[in-house]
Nanobody, 122 residues
Framework: VQLQASGGGLVQTGGSLRLSCAAS????????TGWFRQAPGKEREFVAA????????YYADSIRGRFTISRDNAKNTVYLQMNSLKPEDTAVYYC????????????????WGQGTQVTVSS
């Protein structure tokens, strides 16, 4: 299983970024997919998750209303649109895949991408 995350970068407060995560070697169309992030000195935390067909999404309170998770099963890709970015959003963002079933617990996700850095300047 390979997950390739991309789209990170440096952006000013209030700006936007769109992260992508391309999956291979997994039955992506039946998998729950999540985004997590890890800031320096902090634990990896849940950001957002989407079920296999995109019909259900869930967000952390800290980003709800600013970030949107979506997926394109034809492209085996999940996206995270991040708007109104804040300095506290600065972190390495990881995509992760698990089998069917819903979870915000990082330990329930067996497959992880390499991460993409997002830096929001004040």
């Amino acid at each position: 299983v390979q997950l390739q995350a991309s789209g990170g970068g440096l952006v000013q407060t209030g700006g936007s970024l769109r992260l992508s995560c391309a999956a291979s070697g997994v039955t992506f169309s039946s998998a729950t997919t999540g985004w997590f992030r890890q800031a320096p000195g902090k634990e990896r935390e849940f950001v957002a998750a989407i079920n296999w067909n995109g019909g259900c999404t869930y967000y952390a309170d800290s980003i709800r209303g600013r970030f949107t998770i979506s997926r394109d099963n034809a492209k085996n890709t999940v996206y995270l649109q991040m708007n109104s970015l804040k300095p506290e959003d600065t972190a390495v963002y990881y995509c992760a895949v698990k089998g069917s079933g819903w979870s915000v617990n990082r330990d329930r996700y067996p497959y992880w991408g390499q991460g993409t850095q997002v830096t929001v300047s004040s």
